[in-house]
């Protein structure tokens, strides 16, 4: 029997000052920014819904792709806990000490699809960083955000 999956398509969002690009580069370690929304999902998931919800959400959840200068993630979850999993990763308002809010930006039924919207938003991230730092300033975080974005390539 094979297990059918949802994908969900998070977009990060940090209120106030926009995150120094030397600080994006370091933070776009997508181990450590995976960990943290899989750990702030579950955890919203047991205060929202109690333990046997969230042991239906948390169970199957996993990120499978996070960019941290983009600010872009995609979680994989069971399709029957996907609106749970979705509502606990919209509670989430903390990631490494940091506020945050996320939202998610697409539900997708196949990691094909996940991984299109996903580029869409890298892509949409990528200019706009371009755009405010004039291109040559940035060029760390750039290089960490598009070398973050090949990794979409797996997720399908």
């Known amino acids: ?8 398509v998070l977009s990060l969002r940090y209120p106030g000052a ?7 580069a370091a933070s776009s370690t997508s181990g450590a920014l995976a960990a943290a929304i899989a ?5 919203n998931a047991v205060a929202l819904f109690g333990d046997g ?7 199957a959840l996993s990120v499978r792709y ?9 979680a994989r979850v069971e399709r029957g806990s996907a609106r749970l999993a979705a ?3 919209e509670a989430v308002r903390q990631l490494g000490g940091r506020d945050v809010v996320v939202k998610v930006a697409a539900v997708a039924g196949t990691a094909q699809g996940a991984r299109r919207r996903a ?3 890298d892509v949409t991230a990528m200019a706009g960083l371009r755009r405010r730092t004039g291109g040559g300033g940035a060029s760390k975080a750039l290089r960490a955000a598009e070398a ?3 990794q979409l390539a797996s997720l399908a």
Do not use: C, H, I, Q
Request: hydrophobic share 60%; proline share 4%.
């Open 39 to 43: 750990a702030g999902v579950r955890s």
């Open 53 to 59: 919800a969230a042991a239906a959400a948390g169970a």
């Open 87 to 89: 509502r606990a990763a």
């Open 66 to 74: 996070a960019n941290g200068v983009t600010r872009v993630a995609v």
């Open 119 to 121: 580029e869409a938003l």
């Open 148 to 150: 973050a974005a090949r």
């Open 18 to 24: 926009a995150p120094p690009l030397a600080d994006a």
């Open 1 to 8: 029997m094979r297990f059918k999956n949802r994908y969900l």
